[in-house]
């Protein structure tokens, strides 16, 4: 508690309330606008946390994190266009609640919905991250070996629609990890003579370039029309009645996205549609789910910002991300000199109560913040693209080359780039091409650090309890995901 | 066709990864499987993969749902990225990125003469008070930052 009201204070500080302040702006505007969404935000914003200290710097990314989740509401209510995939069940009621006139309404109740599943996941996140952390202390290379091998098993099969295609994508993200200098021996790979290509791809480049310039490049491609924006707003707001109708659906909703934000790949984007689904299913009201029913509104946004508190939980505990943007927080951490995982609790827990304080700062200033520009906020949506979108190209060039001054990682962030436009294009995920990216060097060190231990022996995998629980659950995941592929390919 | 071509430069990635990993194989180990291990595995994974991609009948539209646009202007668009890079390279930040700025505006944008006024206003302002933001206040060494 002390360690926390120190974090607390320290982020209470004028100069790092304004660039907190000044993140969460952006967060928003990023959330907000179709297009962009808060993956983008952190990519962008991973390079300029170098210039503040471990605590704040990685305090300003889960401000943008949280951000960026919480302003899809606005484009989703009133464009029917989620501006992140987190609220695309948003759009069910909201919007037709914001056609009946009811957008004040509409826009309040995913506000509190949105603060109040952020912060029943981060009391989740408190309570069982050190619980986590400290089962982790007992792991051994082969526990990380196995766990790394089966987060990317997860992320492979769970995402998408396509296992082929979620496979493939994390395995191109894991040979990507291997140029440059291996672990244990650093012996050089992959640099095919290019001295610059020796020293490996940068996470940084390869963050942006993968997240942010093939959403740019499709931004260019498919500019679209200037928006006519209805922001005549009026209604009645929230009222306690609603609330306290809505507690359950609130806590249920949460207690869902913070599930299945802990699952590697799936975090938001799938964690709102099945709080959406769990919550018409339950309701006496099912057939008024999708007219403008307040219920649907609690449910997507209290578990897309829940999904938060449930992808933060392995990252810190266990070191493992759950989502595309933890997996670029790792990045942060890399940049300051950190590695998460249970040593974190031990070594430097201010950084751990600095994120936690950060997340609940943000979802206050998020509510404050959007509450109080109710009526203001959504004309961000009115900002002309063709503006938007070249300085952002800016910005990103700026922060590939900041992070280590080499023009050559300009030339690899647009390689990623292009190779995520096509890859999207096609329908692969991007998720599992990042943790590939991330959990490879993981999983090769634990592994080799492993075998060197047993002189070769794998049993270990299956005798030691942890590795027998990872491994078993990786190969039953393949079966599943094999069932689910046959059973598909039986259908048509 | 997109899908199998992609498909087809993936299999060629893990031939790549296959048959260059031997090179690094260790001698003496101790039980370390050395450096070509992991990526002779991620490579028979990967050509294995790519090959049910390449003969999976597609069950769905392949491509995304955007029809892309082959405009000259949307083509240029994309080109001047790496040329902003190139720029960025060789006439620094500030001239580069009002130079890159103004061009993807009136790419983008409208044509009219007040408008590109105003764009080269706009991208003139935008480079000059960034990169003095990022030298000055935040301390980032750009190549080329004016004044």
């Known amino acids: 508690m002390p360690l926390f009201l120190d974090s607390l204070t320290q982020l209470l500080q004028w100069q790092t309330m304004a660039s907190l302040l000044a993140v ?63 609220s695309i069940a948003t759009t069910f009621d909201a919007y037709p609640l914001a056609q009946r006139g009811l957008a004040v309404k509409a826009l309040g109740t995913g506000m509190l919905a949105s603060f109040s599943g952020g912060v029943i996941s981060l009391l989740i996140l408190v309570f069982f991250a050190p619980v986590v952390a400290g089962l982790a202390l007992a792991f051994g290379p082969f526990e990380y070996a196995a766990l790394a091998a089966l987060a990317l098993a997860m992320v492979g099969v769970m995402s998408g629609d ?26 050089p790979r992959f640099g095919f003579g290019l001295g610059e290509l020796n020293a490996g791809i940068g996470m940084l480049p390869f963050m942006v370039g993968l997240f942010a310039l093939p959403q740019l490049m499709r931004e260019i491609i498919r500019l679209p029309p200037a928006r006519k924006l209805d922001l005549k707003l009026s209604g009645m707001g929230v009222t306690l009645r609603e609330i306290r109708q809505n507690l359950l ?31 018409k299913k339950s309701s006496k009201e099912e057939s008024s789910f999708g007219q403008g029913n307040v219920a649907g509104i609690w449910a997507s946004e209290s578990a897309n910002n829940a999904s938060i508190g449930g992808a933060l939980l392995p990252l810190l505990a266990l070191g493992i991300p759950g989502d595309g943007v ?28 600095a994120i936690y304080a950060a997340f609940l700062i943000t979802a206050i200033i998020v509510l404050v913040l959007q509450f109080s520009t109710l009526r203001l906020f959504p004309r961000i949506l009115l900002i002309p693209r063709h503006y938007l979108v070249p300085v952002l190209i800016v910005l990103t060039a700026v922060g590939a080359y900041a992070a280590e001054f080499r023009f050559f990682d300009l030339w690899v962030m647009l390689g990623v780039g292009m190779l995520g436009f096509f890859l ?22 634990n592994l080799r650090r492993a075998l060197v231990l047993t002189k070769g022996d794998m049993s270990p995998f299956l005798t030691r309890p942890y590795a027998a629980l990872f491994s078993i659950t990786i190969l039953l995941l393949f079966a599943f995901g094999l069932w689910k592929f046959l059973s598909r390919k039986g259908k048509t | 066709m997109g899908v199998r071509i992609l498909a087809g430069i993936l299999l ?37 993969l790519s090959l049910i991609l390449f003969l999976q009948t597609p069950q769905q539209p392949e491509d995304a749902d955007e ?81």
């Open chain 1, 424 to 445: 999207e294009r096609y329908r692969f995920p991007l998720a599992p091409v990042v943790l590939g990216f991330v959990m490879g060097p993981l999983l090769e060190e």
């Open chain 1, 24 to 86: 969460v702006m952006m967060g928003l505007l990023f959330g907000a606008l179709p297009g962009l969404n808060a993956t983008m935000a952190v990519a962008i914003l991973l390079p300029i946390t170098v210039l503040f200290d471990q605590s704040t710097g990685l305090a300003l990314l889960v401000a943008a994190y949280v951000s960026g989740v919480s302003g899809g509401l606005v484009s989703a209510t009133l464009l029917r266009i989620p501006g992140t995939p987190s």
């Open chain 1, 326 to 353: 933890t997996a670029m927080l790792i990045g942060g951490f890399e940049i300051h000199g950190l590695q998460p995982g249970p040593m974190l609790f031990l070594n430097t827990p201010d950084v751990i109560y």
């Open chain 2, 12 to 48: 060629l990635m893990a031939g790549i990864l296959v048959f260059t990993a031997p090179a690094l194989q260790l001698e003496d180990s101790l039980g370390d499987p050395g450096p070509a291990l992991l990526p002779r595995i991620a490579g028979i994974c990967m050509a294995a």
């Open chain 2, 67 to 147: 029809v892309l646009e082959k405009r000259p202007v949307i083509v240029l668009s994309l080109l001047a990225i790496p040329l902003y890079y190139l720029a960025f390279q060789w006439l620094g930040y500030t001239l580069a990125t009002a130079l890159y700025l103004f061009a993807a505006f009136c790419l983008l944008g409208g044509r009219q003469p007040m408008l590109r006024f105003r764009y080269g206003l706009v991208a003139a302002a935008f480079s000059l008070a960034s990169g003095l933001i990022f030298a000055r206040l935040l301390n980032l060494p750009l190549p080329g930052v004016l004044p």
């Open chain 1, 249 to 279: 659906t609130l806590f249920r909703s949460a207690l869902i996205g913070t599930g299945i934000g802990v699952l590697p790949g799936i975090g938001g984007a799938a964690s709102n549609l099945v709080a959406y689904a769990v919550a």
């Open chain 1, 162 to 187: 396509n296992m082929v295609k979620g496979l493939l994508a994390a395995l191109l993200g894991m040979a990507l990890s291997f140029v440059g200098f291996a672990p244990i021996d650093g012996a």
